[in-house]
């Protein structure tokens, strides 16, 4: 049961443009969520996060959206650098009731120069 | 540098064999989380600890088990190794922001090789 669930395995895009990475996720409880990024050889590091009160969060060239309704998150990175090559793992988790925390599959970005 | 340690980094062993794969968390952190991320696959969590006590189980198999010990380290147990237990094994702590959602931290990872 893949309660949360990155559909594409990967992704390539020009250096510049924009980079979309999706999420769905299909528990209802979950009310937090976060983008991890990952590089070869090294353990994931967090990114960016968005509550399930809000819709959109900034950072930089980092954005997520969360359309609630639709149980979709994505992350927009603009403009997209070769750096930014990275696997990409969403995650979402529950802060009260019964604990959860679960991470997608992952989604490949190579960010083409 | 996430401040997550694990030992050792690098693990070949034989079919059959039992190996012990070791987490020490940030300073401070109370929760240890176990992943294993076999080749071109996710993260599939495995277990957490929170401060001694099993919080959260994942698909972690029979052969599998791990503890948290009273100095906050963790401890992840693979027996009767098989194939298809080459993987790269993390371990992640947690600090709770605001007192409601957690960002996890990451170790290196423990590479295990089964031959």
């Known amino acids: 049961d893949q309660q949360v669930k990155q559909n594409s395995p990967s992704l390539s895009v020009q250096e510049g443009r924009i980079s979309i990475l999706n999420c769905d996720y299909t528990?209802?409880?979950?009310?937090?969520f976060l983008w991890y990024k990952k590089y070869p050889a090294e353990g994931p590091t967090f990114l960016i996060s968005?509550?399930?009160?809000?819709d959109k969060n900034e950072d930089g060239r980092f954005t997520v959206f969360l359309n609630k309704s639709a149980k979709h998150l994505s992350l927009h990175i603009v403009p997209s650098q070769p750096g930014d090559s990275a696997v990409y793992f969403c995650?979402?988790?529950?802060?009260?009731?019964?604990?959860?925390?679960?991470f997608g599959t992952g989604t490949r970005l190579k960010v083409l120069a | 540098d996430s401040g997550v340690t694990q030992t050792p980094k690098h693990l070949i062993t034989a079919t059959g064999q039992r190996v012990t794969l070791r987490c020490s968390p940030r300073s401070g952190d109370l929760s240890v989380y176990w992943y294993q991320q076999s080749l071109d696959q996710g993260l599939q969590f495995l277990i957490q600890y929170y401060n001694g006590e099993e919080r959260a189980k994942g698909n972690i198999l029979e052969r599998f088990s791990a503890q948290q010990f009273p100095d906050l380290h963790s401890e992840l147990n693979l027996s009767s190794l098989e194939l298809g237990d080459s993987a790269l094994y993390f371990c992640a702590s947690s600090v709770v922001v605001g007192g409601t959602w957690e960002t996890q931290y990451f170790g290196p990872g423990t590479r295990l090789l089964v031959l």
């Open positions: 968005i509550s399930s009160i809000k």
């Open positions: 995650a979402a988790m529950t802060t009260s009731g019964t604990y959860k925390y679960i």
């Open positions: 528990n209802s409880m979950f009310d937090y």
